[in-house]
């Protein structure tokens, strides 16, 4: 039986993860620290023979005999990230640095999942690989883009210095069940807000772009990148190229369930990008994947589980 360590695995994404490696018969390990995470997410998995937690930070030198590793550890969201900056960028890079040692040592493969964010703001549209990005490397969002950027050079310095095999997913705006109701992303504020009858705010004009993907997508091609023969490392795109305006997004959250909340503006927080939009050219030539689930689909389903947990 393969034996998979996936970090932050209690999170949103690190759960549905853990979820379809024990479909496929491996035995995970869920390494977690319970910042973002919690154990609800994975309570359905505690009593399974072929699961295990570790309560432990990845920050911290962990040995484990492991055929895969999935680093998600990090708190993506910026009201988590930006409460502690400094432990945000130490938990990208020192925790980097642990889990490619670990990778070193055992001999296993790793699955970084980095971001859309090393992009910032971005000057070229929509998103290819090659595009090195436009980042302020000093500003309040900094400790997770320039952490994340950090953490896709160390993966590559282990793959040239020392041959470990990795593999690096740049994921897209994700959404879908076991998001946190105050994680401040878009979806979940305008889902909660729209059942909770208070207002839906926009930042700034609401003509900023985002993409959407589901998660049930993103866990697919995780998946599909470590089944990639060694020598591909990527970086690749995993995102859906379909790109919505902030307030095309309200109307239809708005439309979905039914609410009478209303629209309200606020001021663009600082750094925040204009557009975002990924060209996945890449995942489907390599991959053979692109998303199959669609905005209103998707958000259906994630409106049923918040008003199951609400």
């Known amino acids: 039986m393969k034996c998979v360590l ?3 695995g209690a999170g949103f994404l690190g ?5 379809r490696l024990i479909q496929s018969g491996s035995h995970v390990v869920c390494l977690d620290n319970f910042f973002t995470g919690t154990r609800e997410n994975i309570s359905h998995l505690m009593e399974l023979p072929n699961f295990e ?5 990845v920050i911290w030198p962990y040995i484990k005999n492991v055929d895969e590793i999935y680093n998600l550890a990090c708190p993506a969201s910026p009201i988590h990230y930006q409460y502690d900056p400094v432990k945000t960028i130490n938990t990208s890079v020192l925790g980097m640095v642990n889990m490619l040692e670990l990778a070193k040592g055992a001999g296993a493969k790793l699955l ?21 990005g436009n980042v302020n490397p000093i500003g309040k969002r900094s400790c997770y883009d320039e952490g994340k950027r950090c953490a896709e050079t160390l993966c590559m ?36 807000n729209a059942l909770s009858g ?27 990148m470590m089944a990639t023969e060694d020598e591909f490392t990527g970086p690749v ?20 369930t039914g609410s009478k909340s209303k629209i309200v503006y606020k001021t663009l927080p600082e750094d925040d990008p204009r557009k975002r939009k990924p060209d996945i050219t890449l995942a489907k030539t390599k991959l053979n994947w692109e998303p199959t689930i669609p905005l209103k689909e998707g958000l259906l389903k994630t409106i049923d589980y918040f008003e199951s947990v609400m």
């Open 6 to 8: 996936v970090t932050g």
């Open 15 to 19: 759960s549905h993860l853990c979820d």
């Open 53 to 57: 937690l570790a309560e432990r930070d």
């Open 112 to 132: 970084q999942a980095s971001t859309s964010e090393v992009y910032g703001d971005p000057v070229i549209h929509p998103q290819q690989e090659s595009y090195w």
């Open 157 to 192: 310095d282990y793959h040239r210095q020392s041959e470990v095999v990795v593999k690096i997913v740049r994921i897209f705006n994700t959404y879908g069940p076991r998001m946190s109701e105050n994680d401040g992303r878009v979806v979940s504020n305008f889902i909660v």
């Open 198 to 224: 208070k207002d839906i705010e926009i930042y700034g004009d609401g003509t900023q772009t985002r993409s959407f993907q589901y998660v049930d997508d993103l866990i697919e091609g995780m998946i599909r």
């Open 237 to 256: 795109n995993i995102g859906n190229p379909g790109e919505f305006t902030m307030l095309e997004l309200a109307h239809l959250v708005l439309e979905l």
